[in-house]
């Protein structure tokens, strides 16, 4: 058991081998009680809140989780969220990995510069992000009175709700291509190119494939964090019941207004498909991986 | 070996190399004559997407929150809760990243080091809450401490309060932030050289000391790095707060709820300057991390 730990492979005080015993006791004991209090902190904190929903939604009963997804709301609040979510894993995939190989192949002046532009979403509170939205787009905003002479709504309407996802998602796929790309290098591309492949041929026949399993995990927390963004969305959308009313907003709505057995069913059920998108991903990368290692 | 784990949200997965193609040869001169239309076309888009997408958004709050000077930012702290949203905000904050920096780095610790039944399983715990969606963490907390679960009312009535109340929210910041220390200091702890340890131990120094002088050096980096993406992750945090506070004015209410207050009672610009101070706070420690985890392979050069 405690054969990793750091012990030397000879006991190091030989003058004393009486305490040799006694040693190996303490480190048992150190060693027991420090994965001890690990788990429990971890059961605590995150297995017993888990348990908690999944409680919650039993004990409302069957019936209750037919007459939840009956709602034509809750159907539109969901249809909204894969919109929503579809749209900006299309958009984050494709243009992250644009900016995955500037970042990765490009050394201008000024890349540092464009990485941290790539983390900045990372540290801003979703409220800020649909703060700027409405800044932008909203009354007095710099961009209302052109969208208005054209009569596009973006603000209380799908297009702001769209934009704030994006932004909270930007870096997700770019944070797991990039690195790869670096690694990967351009040998390969040079051969193809060499061989008289396009730059796009290229690309979708030797890039694309490398990066795949990186691209499609990136993309996995992309949804993951797109299905479960509330603070951006609830500030742009103006919670229009049946119109601008993604899952999480209605979630929220169900809890104001007491209606919580609707809200537990519907937060386990995002639940269940973000843990089922991510473990599914990452079940297919490790088979990838040790695909391409065999 | 240079990781990028170190910030927000970072992905569930142990070591990254840098956005640096550097060593992996990916800034070799090809040595072609083409014009490189392609070159220039990714580019531009890639520029373009970020400053749309990323910079004019910020330049927006921060224009509009300053645009009159500090006026707005006065009317803001001028209504009731303001300070006091801030301030809970930052304690809140700083307990969280106290608390997770102490036992995420206990749990890289034993996953590291220990080989226990059970180890693959705490593994993936530690990333739930990468996959579960901020608000539906707030959620799972009432469902276990709200009143309508045993646990809840055991609670309440020892006089206990989670549910809006500061412990609520703290256990959500907890929650959210707790993988941000583990896979911050999982890697570096991987990469250490165990001999250095077996080195002092064969010199007499204890366990205590050995601990001390010869590991913690090391971690100090990656656990500090850590710590401030949780502070910064937890002074922004909405959807796991905004459902178990209560939000109640001068009690429960947080910095990131107070300036959703003011957007709703359509006084943009008094949103943006508070929304700019938490966000130029953020942003500093962000930075700051990068430093930090960035620092580290200087000093260890790989075998």
Known sequence: ?294 | MATRTGSLDAPPRPPLPRLDPGAGGGAAPRPRRRPPWGRWGLRATALLYLAVMVALPIVAVLTRGFGNGFGALKDAFAAPGAWKAVELTLVLAALTAVINGVFGTLIAYVLVRYRFPGRAALSTIVDIPFAIPTLVTGVMLRALYGPASPVGSFLERHGVHVIFAPAGILLALLFVTLPLVVRTVQPVMLELDRSEEEAAHVLGAGRIRTARSVVLPHLRPPIAAGMLLVFARAIGEFGAVVIVSGNIIGKTLTAPVFIFGLISQFKPEQAAAVASLLFGLSFVLVLVTERLVARRPAKEPEE
């Open chain 1, 1 to 294: 058991m405690s054969a990793r730990t750091a012990a030397p492979p000879v006991a190091p005080n030989a003058t004393a081998p009486r305490s040799d015993a006694a040693i190996l006791r303490r480190r048992r004991l150190i060693h027991g009680s420090l994965t001890g209090i690990a788990l429990v902190y971890a059961a605590v904190l995150l297995i017993a809140p888990l348990a908690g929903i999944i409680w919650a939604a039993i004990k409302a009963g069957g019936h209750a989780w037919v007459e939840t997804f009956s709602q034509p709301d809750v159907r539109h609040a969901f249809y909204l969220t894969l919109i929503i979510t579809a749209t900006t894993v299309v958009v984050t995939a494709v243009l992250g990995v644009v900016v995955a190989l500037m970042l990765a192949r490009d050394p201008f002046p000024g890349r540092a510069l464009v990485s941290a532009f790539v983390d900045l979403p990372l540290a801003v509170s979703p409220v800020i992000v649909g703060l700027a939205c409405v800044l932008m787009f909203g009354t007095g905003g710099w961009f209302k009175p052109w969208f208005d002479a054209h009569g596009i709504q973006i603000i209380f309407a799908l297009p702001s709700m769209v934009l704030v996802t994006i932004f909270i998602c930007i870096p997700f796929v770019i944070r797991e291509v990039a690195p790869l790309l670096g690694e990967l290098g351009t040998e390969e591309e040079e051969a193809a190119r060499t061989l008289g492949a396009s730059s796009l041929q290229t690309f979708f026949k030797v890039t694309l494939p490398n990066i795949r399993w990186a691209l499609l995990y990136g993309i996995a927390l992309t949804t993951a964090r797109a299905i479960g963004e509330i603070g951006a969305v609830l500030v742009v959308s103006g919670q229009i019941t049946g119109h601008t009313e993604t899952a999480t907003l209605f979630i929220l709505r169900a809890f104001d207004e007491g209606r919580d057995a609707q809200g537990y069913i519907v937060a386990t059920t995002l639940a269940l498909v973000s843990v089922l998108l991510l473990s599914g991903i990452e079940i297919l990368k490790h088979r990838g991986e040790r695909k391409l290692a065999s």
